[in-house]
Protein backbone atom coordinates (compact mmCIF):
# COMPACT_ATOMS: atom_id res chain seq x y z
CA UNK A 1 0.00 0.00 0.00
CA UNK A 2 2.69 2.57 1.12
CA UNK A 3 4.50 1.79 -2.62
CA UNK A 4 1.37 2.08 -4.34
CA UNK A 5 0.58 5.01 -2.54
CA UNK A 6 4.29 6.72 -3.42
CA UNK A 7 3.80 5.77 -6.83
CA UNK A 8 0.50 7.13 -7.38
CA UNK A 9 1.70 10.56 -6.28
CA UNK A 10 4.73 10.65 -7.98
CA UNK A 11 2.61 9.73 -11.10
CA UNK A 12 0.12 12.19 -10.05
CA UNK A 13 2.57 15.20 -9.94
CA UNK A 14 4.51 14.05 -13.32
CA UNK A 15 1.21 13.79 -14.76
CA UNK A 16 -0.23 17.18 -14.26
CA UNK A 17 3.04 18.93 -14.75
CA UNK A 18 3.50 17.33 -18.14
CA UNK A 19 -0.30 18.79 -18.59
CA UNK A 20 0.59 22.13 -17.98
CA UNK A 21 3.41 22.04 -20.01
CA UNK A 22 1.64 20.53 -22.91
CA UNK A 23 -1.36 22.95 -22.60
CA UNK A 24 1.37 26.23 -21.98
CA UNK A 25 3.35 25.37 -25.08
CA UNK A 26 0.29 24.70 -27.38
CA UNK A 27 -0.95 28.00 -26.40
CA UNK A 28 1.92 30.04 -26.75
CA UNK A 29 2.45 28.58 -30.07
CA UNK A 30 -1.16 29.15 -30.92
CA UNK A 31 -0.35 33.01 -29.80
CA UNK A 32 2.68 33.39 -31.44
CA UNK A 33 0.85 31.96 -34.98
CA UNK A 34 -1.84 34.28 -34.61
CA UNK A 35 0.09 37.22 -34.36
CA UNK A 36 2.48 36.19 -36.97
CA UNK A 37 -0.37 35.48 -39.36
CA UNK A 38 -1.78 39.34 -37.99
CA UNK A 39 1.11 41.19 -39.28
CA UNK A 40 0.55 39.83 -42.64
CA UNK A 41 -2.72 40.61 -43.72
CA UNK A 42 -4.07 43.52 -45.27
CA UNK A 43 -5.80 46.37 -43.60
CA UNK A 44 -9.16 45.46 -44.92
CA UNK A 45 -9.01 42.25 -43.52
CA UNK A 46 -7.84 43.31 -40.03
CA UNK A 47 -10.28 46.05 -40.58
CA UNK A 48 -13.33 43.33 -41.12
CA UNK A 49 -11.84 40.83 -38.26
CA UNK A 50 -11.77 43.65 -35.67
CA UNK A 51 -8.90 44.31 -32.78
CA UNK A 52 -11.69 43.27 -30.17
CA UNK A 53 -11.72 39.69 -31.59
CA UNK A 54 -8.35 39.14 -31.41
CA UNK A 55 -8.07 40.24 -28.25
CA UNK A 56 -10.75 38.37 -26.53
CA UNK A 57 -8.92 35.12 -28.23
CA UNK A 58 -5.27 36.25 -26.87
CA UNK A 59 -6.09 37.31 -23.71
CA UNK A 60 -9.19 36.38 -22.85
CA UNK A 61 -9.51 32.67 -24.14
CA UNK A 62 -5.62 32.09 -23.49
CA UNK A 63 -6.10 33.05 -20.01
CA UNK A 64 -8.73 31.06 -19.26
CA UNK A 65 -7.09 27.45 -21.03
CA UNK A 66 -4.51 28.33 -18.79
CA UNK A 67 -6.14 28.64 -15.72
CA UNK A 68 -8.27 25.20 -16.49
CA UNK A 69 -4.82 23.67 -17.20
CA UNK A 70 -4.07 21.75 -13.97
CA UNK A 71 -7.88 20.36 -13.99
CA UNK A 72 -7.12 18.06 -17.18
CA UNK A 73 -4.96 15.59 -14.79
CA UNK A 74 -7.81 15.38 -12.01
CA UNK A 75 -10.70 14.82 -14.35
CA UNK A 76 -8.75 12.17 -16.31
CA UNK A 77 -7.55 10.33 -13.20
CA UNK A 78 -11.36 10.55 -11.91
CA UNK A 79 -13.11 9.07 -15.10
CA UNK A 80 -10.25 6.17 -14.90
CA UNK A 81 -10.82 5.68 -11.12
CA UNK A 82 -15.12 5.68 -12.30
CA UNK A 83 -14.34 3.17 -14.69
CA UNK A 84 -12.25 0.63 -12.94
CA UNK A 85 -14.09 0.81 -9.88
CA UNK A 86 -17.30 -0.29 -12.26
CA UNK A 87 -15.17 -3.15 -13.65
CA UNK A 88 -14.28 -3.83 -10.29
CA UNK A 89 -18.56 -3.53 -8.86
CA UNK A 90 -19.10 -5.90 -12.06
CA UNK A 91 -16.42 -8.89 -10.82
CA UNK A 92 -18.08 -8.54 -7.27
CA UNK A 93 -22.21 -8.59 -8.57
CA UNK A 94 -22.67 -8.43 -12.61
CA UNK A 95 -26.33 -6.80 -11.47
CA UNK A 96 -25.26 -4.54 -8.80
CA UNK A 97 -22.36 -3.35 -11.10
CA UNK A 98 -25.14 -2.90 -14.42
CA UNK A 99 -27.44 -1.08 -12.11
CA UNK A 100 -24.65 1.53 -11.26
CA UNK A 101 -23.74 1.76 -14.62
CA UNK A 102 -27.40 2.62 -15.43
CA UNK A 103 -27.70 4.75 -12.54
CA UNK A 104 -24.27 7.09 -13.29
CA UNK A 105 -24.94 6.93 -17.06
CA UNK A 106 -28.34 8.49 -16.99
CA UNK A 107 -27.37 10.92 -14.91
CA UNK A 108 -23.99 11.31 -17.11
CA UNK A 109 -26.30 11.95 -19.85
CA UNK A 110 -28.49 14.67 -18.56
CA UNK A 111 -25.35 16.55 -17.09
CA UNK A 112 -24.01 16.38 -20.27
CA UNK A 113 -27.00 17.76 -22.16
CA UNK A 114 -27.43 20.46 -20.07
CA UNK A 115 -23.75 21.66 -20.76
CA UNK A 116 -24.57 21.55 -24.06
CA UNK A 117 -26.88 23.88 -23.25
CA UNK A 118 -24.27 25.97 -21.07
CA UNK A 119 -21.85 26.34 -23.95
CA UNK A 120 -24.16 28.13 -26.17
CA UNK A 121 -25.03 30.62 -23.89
CA UNK A 122 -21.38 30.90 -23.57
CA UNK A 123 -21.36 31.71 -27.22
CA UNK A 124 -24.17 34.30 -26.52
CA UNK A 125 -21.80 35.90 -23.63
CA UNK A 126 -18.74 35.77 -25.71
CA UNK A 127 -20.69 37.94 -28.44
CA UNK A 128 -22.43 40.28 -26.01
CA UNK A 129 -18.56 40.78 -24.63
CA UNK A 130 -17.04 41.73 -28.03
CA UNK A 131 -19.76 44.23 -28.60
CA UNK A 132 -18.96 46.03 -25.53
CA UNK A 133 -14.98 45.83 -25.86
CA UNK A 134 -15.89 47.93 -29.15
CA UNK A 135 -17.93 50.52 -27.33
CA UNK A 136 -14.41 50.79 -24.99
CA UNK A 137 -12.51 50.82 -27.57
CA UNK A 138 -14.73 53.63 -29.23
CA UNK A 139 -14.33 55.54 -25.90
CA UNK A 140 -10.86 55.28 -26.23
CA UNK A 141 -10.65 56.30 -30.04
CA UNK A 142 -13.07 59.20 -29.68
CA UNK A 143 -11.45 60.31 -25.89
CA UNK A 144 -11.04 64.08 -27.47
CA UNK A 145 -14.41 64.14 -29.33
CA UNK A 146 -16.45 63.35 -26.55
CA UNK A 147 -14.80 65.55 -23.83
CA UNK A 148 -15.21 68.27 -26.10
CA UNK A 149 -18.70 67.84 -26.55
CA UNK A 150 -20.87 66.73 -23.08
CA UNK A 151 -24.43 66.32 -25.03
CA UNK A 152 -22.67 63.79 -27.32
CA UNK A 153 -20.74 62.04 -24.55
CA UNK A 154 -23.88 61.77 -22.52
CA UNK A 155 -25.58 59.65 -25.57
CA UNK A 156 -22.56 58.19 -26.34
CA UNK A 157 -22.33 56.88 -22.42
CA UNK A 158 -26.41 55.97 -22.14
CA UNK A 159 -27.25 54.68 -25.37
CA UNK A 160 -23.45 52.25 -26.12
CA UNK A 161 -21.95 51.75 -23.56
CA UNK A 162 -24.05 51.64 -20.64
CA UNK A 163 -26.31 49.46 -23.03
CA UNK A 164 -23.56 47.00 -23.86
CA UNK A 165 -22.75 46.41 -20.17
CA UNK A 166 -26.08 45.99 -19.09
CA UNK A 167 -26.76 43.26 -21.39
CA UNK A 168 -23.58 41.80 -20.55
CA UNK A 169 -24.51 41.24 -16.61
CA UNK A 170 -27.45 40.30 -17.78
CA UNK A 171 -26.40 37.63 -20.33
CA UNK A 172 -23.75 36.65 -17.36
CA UNK A 173 -26.02 36.20 -14.13
CA UNK A 174 -28.26 34.26 -17.06
CA UNK A 175 -25.25 31.61 -17.73
CA UNK A 176 -24.38 31.57 -14.04
CA UNK A 177 -28.21 30.74 -13.49
CA UNK A 178 -28.00 27.79 -15.92
CA UNK A 179 -24.54 26.73 -14.19
CA UNK A 180 -25.70 26.88 -11.14
CA UNK A 181 -28.94 24.76 -11.73
CA UNK A 182 -26.90 22.33 -13.67
CA UNK A 183 -24.38 21.70 -10.73
CA UNK A 184 -26.83 21.58 -8.39
CA UNK A 185 -29.09 19.18 -9.80
CA UNK A 186 -26.29 17.12 -10.78
CA UNK A 187 -25.41 16.86 -7.67
CA UNK A 188 -27.89 16.04 -5.79
CA UNK A 189 -29.02 13.20 -8.62
CA UNK A 190 -25.89 11.35 -7.61
CA UNK A 191 -26.42 12.07 -3.87
CA UNK A 192 -30.17 10.78 -4.06
CA UNK A 193 -29.51 7.78 -6.48
CA UNK A 194 -26.33 6.41 -4.53
CA UNK A 195 -28.60 6.93 -1.11
CA UNK A 196 -31.61 4.34 -3.34
CA UNK A 197 -28.72 2.16 -4.37
CA UNK A 198 -27.93 1.81 -0.61
CA UNK A 199 -31.54 1.64 0.21
CA UNK A 200 -32.55 -0.74 -2.36
CA UNK A 201 -29.43 -3.67 -2.40
CA UNK A 202 -30.31 -4.70 0.81
CA UNK A 203 -33.56 -4.52 0.08
CA UNK A 204 -33.77 -6.56 -3.02
CA UNK A 205 -30.68 -8.47 -1.67
CA UNK A 206 -28.64 -8.00 -5.34
CA UNK A 207 -25.37 -8.67 -3.22
CA UNK A 208 -24.35 -11.10 -0.65
CA UNK A 209 -24.08 -10.16 3.08
CA UNK A 210 -20.19 -10.31 2.66
CA UNK A 211 -20.07 -8.21 -0.22
CA UNK A 212 -22.00 -5.32 1.32
CA UNK A 213 -19.58 -3.43 2.72
CA UNK A 214 -17.65 -3.73 -0.22
CA UNK A 215 -19.82 -2.77 -2.41
CA UNK A 216 -20.91 0.66 -0.50
CA UNK A 217 -17.59 0.83 -0.05
CA UNK A 218 -16.94 1.13 -3.73
CA UNK A 219 -19.88 3.71 -4.23
CA UNK A 220 -18.94 5.94 -1.79
CA UNK A 221 -15.38 6.26 -2.79
CA UNK A 222 -16.59 7.02 -6.43
CA UNK A 223 -15.12 10.37 -7.44
CA UNK A 224 -18.12 11.90 -8.87
CA UNK A 225 -17.81 15.22 -6.61
CA UNK A 226 -14.67 15.98 -8.84
CA UNK A 227 -15.94 15.33 -12.00
CA UNK A 228 -19.00 17.83 -11.18
CA UNK A 229 -16.66 20.39 -9.99
CA UNK A 230 -14.07 20.30 -13.21
CA UNK A 231 -15.27 19.01 -15.85
CA UNK A 232 -17.32 21.90 -16.43
CA UNK A 233 -14.43 24.19 -16.47
CA UNK A 234 -12.73 21.59 -18.67
CA UNK A 235 -15.19 22.21 -21.08
CA UNK A 236 -15.41 25.84 -21.15
CA UNK A 237 -11.85 25.72 -21.78
CA UNK A 238 -11.63 23.22 -24.48
CA UNK A 239 -14.33 25.72 -26.03
CA UNK A 240 -11.86 28.30 -25.76
CA UNK A 241 -9.16 26.61 -27.22
CA UNK A 242 -11.46 24.92 -30.00
CA UNK A 243 -11.72 29.15 -30.65
CA UNK A 244 -8.27 29.77 -30.98
CA UNK A 245 -7.45 27.56 -33.36
CA UNK A 246 -10.73 28.69 -35.47
CA UNK A 247 -8.91 32.20 -35.53
CA UNK A 248 -5.74 30.90 -36.40
CA UNK A 249 -7.45 28.67 -39.09
CA UNK A 250 -9.23 31.76 -40.54
CA UNK A 251 -6.20 33.86 -40.32
CA UNK A 252 -3.89 31.43 -42.49
CA UNK A 253 -7.18 31.36 -45.02
CA UNK A 254 -7.21 34.99 -45.55
CA UNK A 255 -5.68 36.01 -48.72
CA UNK A 256 -2.33 37.57 -48.10
CA UNK A 257 -2.25 40.99 -50.23
CA UNK A 258 1.04 41.64 -51.67
CA UNK A 259 3.84 43.66 -49.49
CA UNK A 260 3.72 47.14 -50.57
CA UNK A 261 7.52 47.44 -49.20
CA UNK A 262 9.75 44.18 -48.99
CA UNK A 263 8.30 43.07 -52.49
CA UNK A 264 9.59 46.43 -54.57
CA UNK A 265 13.44 47.18 -55.19
CA UNK A 266 14.15 50.19 -54.09
CA UNK A 267 14.16 53.26 -56.18
CA UNK A 268 17.18 56.28 -55.61
CA UNK A 269 16.16 57.68 -59.32
CA UNK A 270 11.96 58.36 -58.14
CA UNK A 271 10.94 60.93 -59.79
CA UNK A 272 6.77 60.46 -60.30
CA UNK A 273 4.42 58.39 -58.80
CA UNK A 274 1.42 57.83 -61.53
CA UNK A 275 -2.04 56.20 -60.88
CA UNK A 276 -4.62 55.65 -63.44
CA UNK A 277 -8.29 55.08 -62.94
CA UNK A 278 -7.74 53.62 -59.57
CA UNK A 279 -11.16 52.66 -57.64
CA UNK A 280 -11.90 51.08 -54.29
CA UNK A 281 -15.15 51.00 -52.97
CA UNK A 282 -16.45 49.06 -49.71
CA UNK A 283 -18.71 46.00 -48.93
CA UNK A 284 -22.65 46.17 -47.75
CA UNK A 285 -25.83 47.26 -48.28
CA UNK A 286 -24.65 51.52 -48.44
CA UNK A 287 -21.78 50.66 -50.22
CA UNK A 288 -19.14 53.54 -49.92
CA UNK A 289 -16.14 54.06 -52.22
CA UNK A 290 -13.51 56.30 -53.97
CA UNK A 291 -12.93 56.63 -57.85
CA UNK A 292 -12.04 55.79 -60.66
CA UNK A 293 -9.46 58.55 -60.16
CA UNK A 294 -6.33 59.69 -62.01
CA UNK A 295 -3.31 61.20 -59.33
CA UNK A 296 0.33 62.38 -60.13
CA UNK A 297 2.33 63.07 -57.42
CA UNK A 298 5.88 63.80 -58.15
CA UNK A 299 9.34 64.35 -56.49
CA UNK A 300 9.48 67.25 -54.08
CA UNK A 301 5.74 67.99 -54.47
CA UNK A 302 3.62 68.39 -51.30
CA UNK A 303 -0.11 68.07 -51.80
CA UNK A 304 -3.22 68.84 -49.74
CA UNK A 305 -6.36 66.83 -49.77
CA UNK A 306 -9.48 68.62 -48.23
CA UNK A 307 -13.05 67.54 -48.12
CA UNK A 308 -15.77 67.23 -46.05
CA UNK A 309 -16.22 63.98 -43.11
CA UNK A 310 -17.10 61.29 -45.15
CA UNK A 311 -15.65 62.69 -48.81
CA UNK A 312 -13.06 59.64 -48.91
CA UNK A 313 -9.75 61.36 -47.64
CA UNK A 314 -8.69 58.21 -45.54
CA UNK A 315 -9.79 55.73 -47.61
CA UNK A 316 -7.72 57.62 -50.68
CA UNK A 317 -4.78 57.86 -48.60
CA UNK A 318 -5.21 53.87 -47.79
CA UNK A 319 -5.57 53.30 -51.52
CA UNK A 320 -2.45 55.09 -52.74
CA UNK A 321 -0.16 53.82 -50.08
CA UNK A 322 -1.01 50.53 -50.72
CA UNK A 323 -3.34 49.73 -47.76
CA UNK A 324 -6.15 48.96 -49.71
CA UNK A 325 -5.84 46.95 -52.38
CA UNK A 326 -6.90 48.62 -56.13
CA UNK A 327 -9.99 46.96 -57.38
CA UNK A 328 -9.47 48.68 -60.60
CA UNK A 329 -7.01 50.78 -62.10
CA UNK A 330 -2.54 50.77 -61.97
CA UNK A 331 0.17 52.71 -60.35
CA UNK A 332 3.21 53.52 -62.76
CA UNK A 333 6.33 54.33 -61.42
CA UNK A 334 8.23 57.25 -63.65
Known amino acids: ?11 YRRFQLFIIRFVQNTVAGIRLDIMGHVRHIGLRDFEKIGSEQIYLALIYDERFVTAISQ ?13 TIQIYLCTLSVSAGILSICVYGSTCVIYGFNQIRIREMVEQVRATEKR ?11 FKELRLNNKKSDDFFHTSLKNHASLLREMKIQYQHVFMNNYSAAYGLFKSLLMLMVLLIPLFGIVTQDLLFAFFGCLFFMPYTVLIDRVPGVFLAAVSLRRLFDLQQALENLNKEPETSDDLPASDDFEELRYEHIAFRYEGKEAFG ?3 LDITIRKGEILFIIGGNGSGKSTL ?7 YPMQSGRACLN
Open 1 to 11: FTLLLAGYIFT
Open 71 to 83: YVASVLLSAIAVI
Open 132 to 142: FLESVSDLFEG
Open 317 to 323: VKLITGL
Open 290 to 292: VGP
